[in-house]
């Protein structure tokens, strides 16, 4: 290899490291702070602000390799992929910038300069473009430069000025173009600049950004113009390697190579197979880097994107013969190749490869059977002379097969087929009204009547039950019994109490009701749980144990606090597991429900796969770290936006007022959260994980003990463990072993078992010789043997047909309650006799019925004691 991928990425860098450039290292994939945008597509999306003058970088000159995507939003070169030589999902942008530093004569000198003197491209197949009015640059080229005037082209508004908006920073770009000769290409003779194909191969785009454009599109010309400039890697190698596809570079050979191995393709060979083995070079990074940046498959933006090209890869894998998840193992080579570079991929792959690996396993159980479909439907099209895949066709494949409309597109392309997108559309809307018309509400009971009426005639409560306070002094405002209001209540009555302030926490946020009691001057009311219908209105439920209760009487609450400490350490616990949860398993960890009472908690969250063994460990250990830090738990109340600012984690549509509560335990954990908790972490003093499970496709459920409960669980686990081991004479560090041994022990036995069986029938076989009588002619062996399961009296049959050569055998056999029968006919004499005919007689007599093959029938009774008269019976039957 004349010069590497990696060697030219560098070289870049150092050049304009040496015309002091600072270098830049990439942005991520998903442009921050700009929600427009749906992937990061150039090297200048990290340095918009800069360009714009709102932020000072501490640089004038920048230079960068720059992840890009263009696979979705304004730039999209999906379609292309596969098909060009030049265009992928996933690129390496090489770019140069200045900050109102240098402008065109810089840009161009280097630009030019780097090309034809550091990577030595020969000048004479050099190309360039400028913008049909800018002489500046024109002449630059042409007079400093030296390129020949008929290799200068002037280009128009659409290809060569480029604006960041409909108003804004813009101006005239000056591209760079390799003619790769008339061998690449269409090959038609007038194949110039403007054709599509891969001939005049553009390397590098310089934007000279020099004008403010305003509503009316007036130009003004900017105080300090500004360079942006952005070269593919892939392209620029390929030209240095002297190959005239990307693919055919060293930054795709491995995977390539790859791809060869596992699909027993060899690329080079086949048009088709070329296509699919690029396509899925191409997406395999792709999906990489998207994942490696924090983009999950998913039905809706960015991740959508995601899964549209993975499973487009996949597809491609198919039509290669591939028939089992293999993306997963290209991302592997994708990373092993690109981690040097790109240093955090080491410690995101085994999430990237499992994300994918779920994917993937996940597709391929639907892609077989909506490829069939459409199959059969396009075969039915083709015979009708159509060409136009019906809407509701194309529904199906996506709602169904999860087949994304592009892919659909993408298969049927070959045959000449396109997509009814209308149809596709209107079924869309229609299946949007179906939910509507589905839609129950949340999920949440009906607030009743009742309750929005006393809130909104002004009776409210206040809750003063943070900060560990569980008593409390108030009136009791309004008395409930049947969702009615009354006066007063009587010993023994199921009523519902509201008093103006309480400790009682009202179930919300996952956090079950408190329970406790309500004392006045002469009346006991226990409370089994409180409610919270209405936000500020707390309702405890209960009965009147002593006494009589009036509305206006005074009373002292008292919620239970043993109860309430229970809960509260489990829903800190939950606190702590969600954070413990995100260091193992990563950052796409949310909270899709809990629960929290009494006896244990309950998470669920978005994941993707079943959490191993040692990860539950790890997640447990890690929980329980935190906890014997005894971290004090803060609480602060904020508005909702700063909340958010600062990073808390809110759970998915949750409804937030205006002002908020963040729960914060040291640095881990930091959640918008209204329930009431411990005051450190060690109040908790355990967490046990006691199981997880899945609830919903990519929605695990975690659910653990805290505290008392913890102990309790590991007291029970010890005492059955020490049973155990008891019952092997054991210490229960040995039981393990101990039990293994046991088992190995037995399957010998068993295996044992067998090979005795084996040789007793052989010999009983021998002795049941003697019994054979001649029924006319035909020899008969009608007895009892002495074995008890279905399958050794087969057996044994098998063995004595095989003695008998040819005659009829009648077995019976008692196994408890219950008699067997088995009857079998040699080949030979079946023309005359059947097993199942004879067998259907034979078996009423034993309680029973059955029935089977004229060789070989079978069956079971109730009645072991008339089993000497069904063997009797054959004689008879046979001298009929
Ligand atoms: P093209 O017309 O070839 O699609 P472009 O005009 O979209 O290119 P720019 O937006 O100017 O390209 O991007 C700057 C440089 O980035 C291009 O000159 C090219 O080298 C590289 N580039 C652009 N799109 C891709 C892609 N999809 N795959 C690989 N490299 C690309
Ligand atoms: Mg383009």
């Known amino acids: 290899m004349v010069k590497t991928g990696n060697t030219i990425r560098e070289s870049f860098l150092k050049y304009f490291e040496g015309k002091g450039h600072t270098r830049v290292t990439s942005s991520a994939l998903i442009p921050k702070d700009d929600p427009t945008l749906m992937f990061t597509n150039s090297g200048m999306v990290q340095f918009k602000n800069a360009f714009l003058g709102l932020e000072n970088r501490g640089y004038t000159k920048a230079a960068s390799c720059q992840k890009c995507v263009r696979a979705g939003g304004k730039h999209n070169d999906l379609e292309n992929v596969g098909v060009t030589a030049r265009h992928h999902t996933f690129f390496e942008m090489l770019g140069n910038f200045s900050f109102g530093d240098y402008f065109k004569d810089d840009a161009i000198k280097w630009g030019w300069e780097y090309l034809t003197e550091t990577v030595k491209l020969p000048k004479e197949k050099l190309w360039v473009t400028v913008f049909q009015d800018d002489d ?52 038609r003779p007038e194949c110039d600049l403007d054709c599509g194909c891969d001939r005049y191969l553009e390397i590098w785009n310089l934007v000279f950004t020099q004008f403010n454009r305003d509503e009316n599109g007036k130009l003004t010309p900017l105080p300090k113009p500004n360079i942006d400039t952005g070269m593919g890697l892939e392209r620029l190698t390929a030209v240095i390697q002297g190959v005239n596809s990307n693919y055919d570079t060293d930054l795709f050979g491995d995977i390539i190579r790859f791809v060869e191995k596992i699909s027993g393709k060899i690329y080079g060979k086949d048009k088709d197979n070329d296509t699919s083995i690029r396509v899925i070079a191409d997406h395999s990074r792709a999906v990489t880097f998207l994942i ?30 591939i028939n089992k998840p293999f993306l997963y193992q290209c991302a592997e080579v994708v990373m092993n190749m690109m981690k040097d570079v790109y240093p955090d991929l080491k410690s995101k792959a085994s999430f990237i490869t499992k994300v ?71 079924e869309m809307d229609q299946q949007r009204e179906r939910a509507r018309g589905a839609w129950k509400g949340s999920g949440e009971e009906a607030i009743a009547e009742c ?7 002004g009776i409210a409560t206040d809750f003063c039950g943070y900060e560990g306070v569980t008593k409390a002094d108030s009136k009791i405002s309004a008395i409930f019994m049947d969702g009615k209001t009354i006066e007063s209540l009587e010993e023994g009555q199921l009523a519902e109490l509201i008093v103006e302030e309480t400790p009682f926490y009202g179930e919300s946020g996952g956090q079950v009701g408190d329970t406790g009691y309500l004392e006045g001057k002469g009346f006991i009311f226990a409370v089994q749980d409180t409610k919270k219908p209405v936000e500020k209105l707390f309702v405890h439920k209960g009965i009147v144990q002593k006494g009589k209760i009036k509305t206006g009487n005074k009373v002292h609450l008292i919620v239970d606090l043993e109860k309430r400490k229970a809960i509260q350490a489990n829903h800190s616990g939950t606190h702590i597991l969600q954070a413990a949860l995100k260091a193992v398993l990563g950052d796409h960890i949310k909270q899709s429900g809990s629960l929290v009472n009494t006896e244990r908690l309950r998470f669920d969250f978005s994941h993707f796969s079943k959490i191993s063994d040692e990860e539950l460990s790890r997640i447990e250990e890690i929980a329980n770290e935190m906890i014997r830090r005894n971290i004090a738990v803060v609480t602060e109340v904020c508005a909702l936006e700063d909340a958010l600012k600062t990073g808390a984690t809110a759970v998915f549509d949750e409804k937030y007022g205006q002002t908020v509560r963040i729960v914060k335990m040291g640095e881990m954990s930091m959640e918008l959260c209204g329930g009431t908790h411990v005051q450190r972490t060690g109040d ?52 393990a072993e101990r039990a293994e041994k046991l088992l190995k022990h037995t399957k010998e036995l068993e295996k044992e078992i067998e090979a005795l069986k084996g040789k007793l029938a052989a010999k009983d076989s021998g002795d049941l010789m003697s019994q054979i009588k001649e029924i006319n002619g035909v020899k008969v062996l009608a007895t009892e043997v002495n074995i008890s399961d279905a399958k050794t009296l087969r057996d044994f049959g098998d063995k004595l047909r095989d003695k008998i050569e040819s005659g009829i055998i009648l077995l019976g056999s008692k196994a408890g309650e219950k008699a067997f029968l088995l009857c079998i006919v040699t080949k030979d004499l079946a023309g005359k006799y059947s097993a199942g005919n004879i067998i259907k007689e034979l078996a009423p007599l034993v309680g029973g019925s059955g029935g089977g093959r004229p060789d070989m029938a079978q069956a079971g009774g109730t009645q072991p004691e008339n089993l000497g008269k069904a063997i009797a019976a054959l004689e008879k039957l046979l001298t009929k």
């Not at 459409?374 to 087949?403: C, M, S």
């Open 356 to 426: 994918i690996f779920n994917e993937e396993q996940r597709f391929m159980e639907t892609l077989d059977a909506g490829l069939r479909i459409l199959q059969e439907e396009t075969a039915a099209l083709k015979k009708a002379k159509k060409n136009v895949l019906p809407g509701a066709l194309v529904f199906k494949l996506y709602d169904t097969f999860g087949f994304p409309t592009d892919l659909t597109a993408d298969i049927v392309r070959r045959d000449g087929f396109t997509l009814d997108t209308a149809g596709f559309d209107a």
């Open 292 to 321: 490696g940046d924090g983009i999950l498959p998913s039905n809706e933006g960015r991740g959508y994107v995601l899964r549209r090209i993975l499973r487009r890869a996949a597809r491609h894998g198919k039509l290669l013969g």
């Open 684 to 735: 908790i003093g355990l967490l046990k994980i006691l199981h997880e499970s899945a609830i919903a496709a990519g929605v695990r459920r975690i659910e653990a003990v805290t505290g008392k409960q913890a102990l309790i669980h590991v007291q029970q686990a010890e005492e059955e463990l020490k049973k155990a081991a008891g019952l092997f004479k054991a210490s229960p560090l040995e039981l």
């Open 451 to 457: 309750y929005l009426k006393l809130s909104s005639s």
């Open 136 to 187: 500046e640059a024109y002449n630059i080229w042409n007079k400093k430069m030296k390129v020949p005037a008929d290799r200068i082209v002037r280009m128009g508004e659409k290809s060569n000025f480029w604006m960041m908006g409909e108003t804004g920073p813009c101006g005239p770009c000056s591209e760079i173009i390799y003619d790769q000769g008339e061998g690449t290409g269409c090959g």
